[in-house]
């Protein structure tokens, strides 16, 4: 019972002592005056009180311990001596101390009637002592009222309710967490009970009896009967049952539940159950998920052009997709090694080298292309990329990858870059016919040179003729004769250049001076077409990055286009300019102006398609040769005709990193 209850009592120890005591007190009639008999039964009474194995307290009203028994008093680590004449309160703890007052008073208010109650003890050491109390009042022989208590030590008792009790808590919390509750179920009378985590699951309130026709109810309509059918026979059969069903909640929902139980047999050999239900809910929409996640990655598989492909410790292949059927995987792989099925590995050993090693470190690979067949016997490129697998041990199990036929890609990659080719011979071509068109402006460009050697020659033989010899003015002579011959060397120089079949030489390059080389090549040509040329260069003009020579072509290109476009102009001068500047978006602009007979609207649209001329006598290259080249340097080739009179072309050229930074 617990503290702040109290009861009454019937026949106990209190009453026992009661009798002890009322023999002890209550004086004989004087017609029996037998004093040694009173003495001799106060005695036997005392052995009694004393030595029972029961703990006794006596209290006056003001609840002073007028009398306790020695064994009373050393259950509680006293002598009996140390707590007479105190109050009986200094043994319980402070917060029940009201409680025991209230105790006392109520026996004292009921004379001759038992209470008991339970309560704690305070020993004296600090520890506790668990007691069911029964006291009564009773009156003395001078009519004082005095309350006999009598304990039972019950702290075995209490510390067990209170592990049952943590355990029941304990199981009640794992159940909870574990979304499992337990249940009985009594087949020949239908008795079911249930624990607090079985009633959340099936959202039943605690209060009432868990009843079939409710269960039945609760599971959903396509599984009850096989809920039926399984129970039936379990309880006909006296045997254990586990499945898995559905439960239609109130609000629709569904719940997954799996009820495990276990037969056995009463008294009466009637059988029962004890057993376990679970809510799986969560369980089951994982796998559904996980279902479904394979399900989308299954597709994704197979549907897709590539193959995926598993090998073992030995790197040998082991398994390739289920839907590997096309012409492009390669056949009869499984039990060879990458190296095994590529024609090229004794052509490449180095790449084989590296892709072995990265093998035997058990380190991920990527993108590794090699040469193979299909199931045809054609060749094919592949490109396969992989990870390593382990065991939970960290035990190397091979590998798993994919690998693609990049035969389309590779190939082509090969027409780009046979196209390139292709370009690059044709701009040579371009190159040396335009070298041919300039062979009178070359001719100028060295023979003006050439006749100042001869001249400053003849000059220099003069002076040393003198007498004396003017060698001042000869060596005058001879310096002139070395920057004439270093003009005409530059001349030839650039010829060369571009006459010459070379890679394509990226470098930063200065535009003002690629335009300055560009003209002097072409001086003669504008010369004998009575062409002046006017050049607005910007002196702050940052450095481009570029080939000098194919730069040059397309400079040269535009300027005779612009000296043959004022061919049929003579109302007016025949002007070429030619200007450059930067740009606010991080590029160089050079543009080249004439004054010509302009482009139509007609031909605008189709200036830099191959083949398109507006010459009698054109092939229709030079423009789209001169826009693959702006091109390939990351800039843009664009034509516009002019407010009044020919036309502008303006290239635009990405700056140099350096120079940008």
Excluded at 11 to 40: N, W
Excluded at 80 to 105: H, K, P, Q, Y
Excluded at 250 to 270: E, F, H, L, Q, T
């Amino acid at each position: 019972m617990k503290p702040g209850r109290a009861a009454t009592f019937g026949k106990s120890a209190a009453q026992f002592l009661v009798g002890c005591v009322r023999q002890t007190v209550t004086p004989k009639p004087r017609s029996e005056p037998d004093g040694d008999d009173l003495l001799e039964a106060v005695k036997q009474w005392q052995q009694v009180f004393e030595h029972t194995p029961v703990m006794y307290f006596m209290v006056d009203p003001a609840g002073t311990v007028i009398n306790v028994n020695t064994f009373g008093a050393a259950q509680l680590g006293y002598a009996a001596a140390e707590l007479i004449g105190r109050s009986v309160l200094n043994v319980f703890f402070e917060e029940d101390r009201d409680f025991v007052r209230a105790c006392v008073t109520l026996c004292l208010e009921t004379v001759d009637q038992s209470h008991t109650w339970e309560i704690r003890k305070i020993r004296k050491d600090g520890s506790v002592l668990w007691v069911r109390e029964n006291a009564k009042t009773m009156l003395r022989g001078d009519g004082g009222p005095i309350v006999l208590i009598a304990c039972e030590n019950i702290t075995e008792r209490k510390e067990a309710e209170n592990a049952l009790r943590q355990s029941e808590a304990y199981l009640a919390q794992a159940q909870e967490l574990s979304h499992t509750g337990s249940f009985g179920w009594k087949a020949a009378t239908r008795e079911i009970t249930w624990s607090k985590e079985t009633y959340r699951i099936f959202q039943c309130d605690e209060g009432s009896k868990p009843k079939i026709p409710f269960m039945l109810q609760r599971i959903h309509p396509d599984d009850r009967l096989a809920v039926q059918q399984t129970t039936a026979r379990a309880a006909r059969e006296g045997k254990d049952y586990d499945h898995e069903y559905r439960l239609v909640m109130p609000d629709g929902s569904i719940k997954y539940v799996r009820a495990v139980a276990r037969a056995m047999r009463d008294s009466n050999g009637c059988v029962e159950f004890v057993g376990s239900v679970t809510d799986i809910t969560a369980t089951k929409e994982a796998e559904r998920r996980l279902r479904a996640s394979e399900q989308r990655f299954r597709d994704y598989a197979e549907t897709a052009s590539d193959w995926f492909w598993e090998t073992g410790p030995d790197h040998r292949v082991t398994q390739i997709s289920e839907h590997s059927d096309t012409m492009t995987a390669p056949a009869g792989l499984i039990g060879l090694t990458r190296w095994d099925i590529a024609p090229d590995a004794d052509l490449e050993p180095e790449k084989w080298q590296q892709h072995r090693a990265a093998l035997d470190a058990h380190v991920p690979f990527r993108d590794l292309v090699y040469r193979s067949k299909d199931r045809s016997g054609q060749p094919i490129y592949v490109r396969s990329s992989g990870k390593p697998f382990f065991d939970a041990d960290g035990a190397f199990l091979g590998y798993r990858g994919v690998c693609t036929d990049v035969t389309a890609a590779i190939r082509a990659n090969q027409a780009e870059d046979a196209l390139r080719r292709a370009q690059a011979e044709l701009a040579h071509v371009t190159r040396v016919t335009t070298l041919g068109e300039l062979t009178a402006s070359i001719a100028h460009e060295i023979n003006q040179p050439l006749a100042a050697v001869i001249a400053n020659a003849d000059a220099c033989l003069a002076w040393l003729q003198r007498s004396p010899p003017d060698l001042k003015a000869a060596r005058r002579s001879v310096e002139w004769i070395v920057e004439d011959g270093t003009r005409a060397s530059d001349v030839i120089r650039r010829v060369r250049a571009l006459a010459k079949r070379s890679d394509i030489d990226m470098a930063p390059l200065d535009a003002n001076v690629v335009v300055r080389e560009s003209v002097a090549l072409v001086q003669r040509e504008m010369a004998s077409h009575s062409v002046s040329v006017r050049m607005e260069l910007s002196s702050a003009l940052p450095k481009i990055f570029g080939d000098r020579i194919q730069l040059q072509q397309v400079l040269i290109n535009l300027i005779m286009n612009g000296i043959e476009a004022m061919e049929e102009v003579h109302d007016r001068p025949r002007e070429l300019a030619i200007r450059s500047a930067a740009s606010g978006d991080g590029a160089a602009l050079v543009s080249v102006s004439d004054c010509g007979v302009g482009i139509s609207e007609q031909a605008i649209d189709r200036l830099f398609t191959p083949f398109f001329t507006t010459k009698s006598t054109g092939m229709g290259m030079g423009l789209s040769i001169c826009r693959s080249i702006i091109e390939a340097h990351g800039g843009r080739l664009s034509a516009a005709p002019n407010q009044e009179h020919g036309a502008t072309f303006q290239i635009t050229l990405p700056l140099h990193r350096e120079e940008t930074s």
